[in-house]
């Protein structure tokens, strides 16, 4: 990290003094000064990137990368990264616990994976996302980060983990390019609904993430408070009623807690709701999902499918008594279904 620890000057503003970033520079020189001398190669993976006009050239391999709005794109499918929907496009602040894990990184590097468009400023931030938004530095993917290895105090990454492919090719990934000591703090999806940004992969247990993280000394692990029952709660009701037509809607709203788990007590396949579904809302909603497949030696062909059973095997059903929810929380519910 030497590199870091001189001062930098461009378009006579001082950039860094002893590695703590202290003005805004453009995003043009942020690229050249900062951004640059962190990147690999992702193809042959050597650190012999430089800016030839609109592009990254590796010299090594001969490999060259688009720069877009001065955000180079290091994936492989490069037009794929313009083509986004801006209504999933995230934008937001870091919440005071995000600020306080930024600030014990000192003057160290931080890596927001998968930022989105994330509105937080800092000098010593560097933010990768699959889309090139405007605050954004740099477009990759998890699974092949184009870092050069232990650039980063710090990896920071929330609600990215159940997007990505291949979660513990990424975690790798996140750890070849932290420096020895530094610091991963991943938040990362259990009870949510299905939401593709552009895809949904995984969700993750506490002990699933603890696995994915084992080569990490675990500081600690568990559920923050924004990531309480309360708020997979409201998710999984609010998107069940937005999907349903008016007349089911207001039924179901109407419906007080009690009602709706002695419906499915009684009938674990009662359509009185189901059945304004539609499939995708079905999948984006569901307890559990299947694969049916076959090896093959040749090549894939078709295989009839699974035949649905119209009565499913019975469980054993949990009996619990809910003696209902609070106040505030039918409150929030109606909120949501008010916008």
């Known amino acids: 990290m030497d590199r870091f620890n001189k001062s930098v000057v461009c378009n006579d503003t001082e950039l860094f003094t002893e590695g703590i970033i202290i003005a805004e520079v453009s995003k043009r020189a942020r690229l050249e000064q900062v951004i640059l001398p962190l990147l690999r190669c992702i193809v042959c993976k050597a650190e012999t990137l430089g800016i030839q006009g609109h592009h990254l050239f590796c010299s ?11 955000v180079p794109l290091l994936i492989p499918d490069p037009e794929a990264a313009l083509n986004f929907d801006h209504e999933v496009v995230v934008e937001h602040h870091y919440s005071e616990q995000w600020q306080e894990l930024i600030r014990r990184a000192g003057d160290g590097l931080i890596l927001d994976l998968g930022s989105g468009n994330n509105l937080s400023e800092g000098g010593n931030l560097v933010k990768l996302d699959i889309f090139p938004l405007p605050n954004v530095d740099v477009v990759g993917v998890a699974e092949n980060l184009p870092f050069a290895d232990e650039r980063f105090r710090a990896v920071i990454s929330g609600a990215v983990f159940e997007h990505v492919q291949d ?3 990424s975690i790798e990934e ?4 932290i420096e020895p000591d530094g610091d991963v703090y991943i938040e990362t999806a259990f009870l949510q609904p299905m939401h593709a940004f552009p895809n949904h992969y995984f969700n993750m247990t506490r002990s699933g993430v603890d696995h994915l993280c084992k080569r990490f ?7 923050q408070r924004h990531q309480y029952p309360s708020f997979a709660l409201v998710w999984f009701l609010s998107v069940m009623a937005r999907k349903l037509p008016l007349m089911a809607r207001q039924d179901f709203m109407r419906a007080r807690v009690k009602d709706i788990i002695e419906e499915f007590e009684s009938d674990p396949y009662s359509d009185r709701w189901m ?9 984006r909603l569901a307890c559990g999902v299947y694969f049916y497949g076959r090896k093959t030696n040749g090549s894939l062909s078709d295989v009839d ?20 929810v609070k106040s505030g929380m039918r409150r929030r519910i109606k909120n949501v279904m008010s916008h």
């Open 217 to 223: 000394k675990r500081i600690s692990s568990g559920v």
């Open 305 to 324: 499918p699974l035949p649905q059973l119209s009565h499913p095997p019975r469980r054993n059903r949990i009996r619990r008594v809910w003696d209902g």
């Open 275 to 283: 059945k304004h579904l539609k499939d995708r809302d079905v999948e």
């Open 174 to 177: 996140v750890r070849r390019i």
């Open 60 to 70: 090594e391999c001969g490999a060259n990368y688009p720069i877009h709005n001065d």
């Open 167 to 169: 979660p513990f090719l």
